[in-house]
């Protein structure tokens, strides 16, 4: 185990019929007068903005509206949201959304109080000290980015869009975050496994470490993995059922609330890998790593079978006894279990049937440096394969 | 699962050489003249107290000392450190130690600022709302104090001592807690011992609930619990075994910060029998609780096998498919696991081979009620019973 600092300082208020104590939540902070950031139409459509608009207009703090975000959100509505808070005397804005709401949220919370552009943060040319506070209310369980420090946003640039992951200790951690598992009744079956698919890659993108002795954060890891595994079919058959969502949702922040990276060395290669495609491609994050993540998995098995068939004899109870087997029959189970809940697990199911690797070689180098991950480290030749392995 | 609140803002530094950047912590508080509160004399022996002196002034911070705190923590230094705060200015408390000098620090935190006598929070006469920031250096893995609202005082009282916890949301939870493994390393096998049946129980008051669907939740306990169980011997056989020390630490946090209740009814009726053996005989807590647990568990299995069942198969790997004959097999795991690393299982084992059966069950019920505990509410003849499987 390695040293680490862990601060997780987020209030989660979970269950039925908590978004209606967003305005008591944000009065609590302090906010006077807020910024709402929420995506598509369903949050209008089903009443979910008036009821946050009533709670909020009931503790009487005022508020404007920036709508629209769309899923793998770009830099455009965040410099409109920088200046909307800018030009109204915001003083915290609220996400009510998904993980591409919520990371349009941090992006602009952190844009205000710094005199350069925002994307310097991501482009690495700035650090983060300093943000306007988010407050969260989550209608799809799959970034974790309402108990996360991370933001991920897209520079869309003349031709060629650049997806890039910001990774902060604590100032773009939300201050609160309200979890009704209701609000994730509607979800269309597709975006409900890709946001199991997600989760499952946060673990795992943590779980996957040269870190020796982690004995603690790997069975927690697996135990959140297990219950994701056991939950997953429930809300594929009743969507309405409010308990397995709510096991999945709480799993979901679990999953990447940074307690299963304590202590280790993390990966994210897959997570970079798979940014490359939904970027190209516009596809949906979490189908896409559903697509990537046993493609790694394969290409690690080769080099270092042992931690992938811990997890297949601890996660998916293989007996097999040899570590390349057992790696090799974890990998089917998951892919197996991706594909029970009706996600694609090659580029082609993904609708991709010709992806242009070389220029999503090209480009995850080019953005992400010469060298990645940490499990094994990768480059062009090795991405290379795992894409191909993806085919 | 139910709707909950959870909120863990404690700061963990968690490492080799940690202790030394208590200065530095304290000071980011804004820290100027603290309390140290420490135990007996190995934190002074160690050099810790002084590394941890010199750390606090080379951050320009001033101290008092407030040492001998000793085993299951009583009121009267709790007042004399109160006294101490009020008369010297003291805008934050320290506490070097375990679980009693942490807990003797929380006392001292909430009574500084209360008009009244401190005892009037842990006898319900008061609500707690305000304290003094507390920060913490760990050196005893067990009680999860470093990590949770919780604190456990003894009132002596005349003949009669009075053993109440008081549990907080958030007004006592550490600012920060350091967590140093090395420290552990001169704990005696006893204490190191007992330290890591704390722990479990403190997952296994959570576990044992009538809570359904908390899938998530059952799931990370059990992982963290086969952890523990994992790691235990190691320590037990090397004491300066790193690695197994740092496991074993960082699963005593995690198993009292809150996150293995998060959705979920607990039960405690473990703590409270077992706090008037520790009251009465002055045992080690957590060898009372190895004594008690399995007392419990055995009377419980009469009634509600099934999740006792879950327990042995998920946890010791017990094969057995009918629940009572599972639970059974569970307990004897549970109990062979306790007599491994040093623990007694019985009251003869534990140093009191006639207990005083009715005193306990009296105070007990006085102290906390006709009714005790959830998972199956228990009256004096159900705890007369648990004391009586513990013989």
Redesign the interface.
Known sequence: ??????????????????ENSVGAEAAALGFKNVLVVYGGGSAVRSGLLDRVKDSLTGAGIRFAELGGIAPNPVDGPVRKGIEMCRAGGIDGVIAVGGGSVIDTAKAIALGVPYSGDFWDFYAGKAKPEAALPVGVVLTIPAAGSEGSGNSVITLESGTKNIKISLRTDYVLRPKFAILNPELTYTLPPYQTASGIADMMAHIMERYFTTT?????????????L??II??APKVMAKPDDY??R??IM??GT?AHNG?CG??RKEDWASHAIEHEISALYNVTHGAGLAVIFPAWMTFMAQYSPGKIAQFARRVFDVAEHDDTAAAAEGIACLKAFFGSIGLPVTFAELGVPDPDIDTMVRRLHENKGEVIGGYRPLRAADTTEIYQLAL
Chains 1, 2 share one sequence.
């Open positions: 185990m390695e040293n680490f600092v862990y601060c997780s300082p987020t209030k989660y208020i979970f269950g039925a019929g908590t020796q002795d982690v004995e603690i954060t790997d069975r927690v890891s697996e135990g959140i297990k219950a056991e939950e308990q397995a709510a096991n709480w799993s679990l307690i304590t202590g």
